[in-house]
Structure formats: structure tokens, C-alpha cells
Nanobody, 124 residues
Framework: QVQLVESGGGLVQAGGSLRLSCAASGSIFSINAMGWYRQTPGKQRELVATITGGMTTNYADSVRGRFSISRDNAKNTVYLQMNSLKPEDTAVYYC??????????????????WGQGTLVTVSS
């Protein structure tokens, strides 16, 4: 099985920092883009940040300058460093990856993977 597992969520005061991690495991041939999304009750899941295989990054306007996305290809892991956190950043954060998966070449499939989510709560 191929899966993404997030970690690093928790409770932090406004102005504080957290670092989220997401590790991919299983029969992964390659990973192209990876990213982070977040969701609160009653709202649609929204893009936070993405990073391509060429290390090009993209950020939502609401987090640009405060958050930083990075990846370690050797570990199939993506990170989200969150600084200057605000109460409105409170959400469940989900890891996303576009990957080629499979055990043999003829069975390789192009899939979009999602993690189970990790809760970030920012108090005022």
C-alpha cells in the first residue's frame, strides 16, 4: 500500500511556530509535485503551498512570507514550516502528492495521494 503520513500538528499561541512533516511510503516509483492543503468545518479544502520536483514553490496569499515548504526527495518527505501563526491558520492540514506507484513497470499508475490530516490550533 502507498500512503502519506503527516505529523507535527498541535496547539500553539499566536505568533508561534510549528513544522509539519509528511512522509510517503510504499511502492513509489517517483513523486512529482507535493503540497499542503487545509480545511475547517463548513469550508472547502484550500491550497496552502505546493512544491514541484524542480523545487519551484507556490503559496496562498494568506501564508506567503510566513510559511515555507520544502522537500527531501531521498526520504520522500515534504515539510511545511509555519511561522508567525495566526488564529485564522487553525485547521486540519492535509498532505498531497502526485506520484507514480506500482511494483512493476507495466502496473505503474499515476495517482494523487492524500494524508489523513493533522490538526493545527492557534490560540489568540
Amino acid at each position: 500500500q502507498v500512503q502519506l503520513v503527516e505529523s507535527g500538528g498541535g496547539l500553539v499561541q499566536a505568533g508561534g511556530s510549528l513544522r509539519l512533516s509528511c512522509a510517503a511510503s510504499g511502492s513509489i516509483f517517483s513523486i512529482n509535485a507535493m503540497g499542503w492543503y487545509r480545511q475547517t468545518p463548513g469550508k472547502q479544502r484550500e491550497l496552502v503551498a505546493t512544491i514541484t520536483g524542480g523545487m519551484t514553490t507556490n503559496y496562498a496569499d494568506s501564508v506567503r512570507g510566513r510559511f515555507s515548504i520544502s522537500r527531501d526527495n531521498a526520504k520522500n518527505t515534504v515539510y511545511l514550516q509555519m511561522n508567525s501563526l495566526k488564529p485564522e491558520d487553525t485547521a486540519v492540514y492535509y498532505c498531497n502528492a502526485k506520484a507514480l506507484v506500482g511494483t512493476v513497470v507495466r502496473d505503474i499508475r499515476n495517482l494523487e495521494l492524500w494524508g489523513q490530516g493533522t490538526l493545527v490550533t492557534v490560540s489568540s
